[in-house]
């Protein structure tokens, strides 16, 4: 890491955060101020918000049903166009 922080969150390491803190039990899900909240990641480049779903099945085991990663859009580019 060059002993510094990367200014972004990989989305794959935090889609796996929001979903392990809905499942009870787990580290992530004992971290939240509260229980069940979706998952306000801050990192250097600001706040990442992102929301899970998590069921059981049939035999109680956890699934991840729905995972929602909150981004905004910056703008790459700006033209204009002459049509004649």
């Known amino acids: 890491?060059?002993?510094r922080c990367h200014r972004a969150f990989a989305?794959?390491?935090a889609m796996c955060l929001a979903v392990a803190a809905r499942i009870d039990g787990t580290v992530v899900a004992e971290c939240l101020r509260t229980a069940g909240a979706d998952v306000r990641l801050g990192h250097p480049s600001g706040v990442l918000p992102i929301a899970?779903?998590?069921?059981?099945?049939?035999?109680?085991?956890p699934v991840a049903r729905h995972v929602t990663v909150y981004r905004t859009?910056?703008?790459?580019?700006?033209?204009?166009?002459r049509v004649p």
């Open 1 to 3: 890491s060059m002993g």
């Open 11 to 13: 989305l794959t390491g």
């Open 52 to 61: 899970a779903r998590v069921e059981r099945d049939a035999t109680g085991a």
């Open 73 to 81: 859009a910056r703008r790459l580019m700006e033209g204009f166009v």
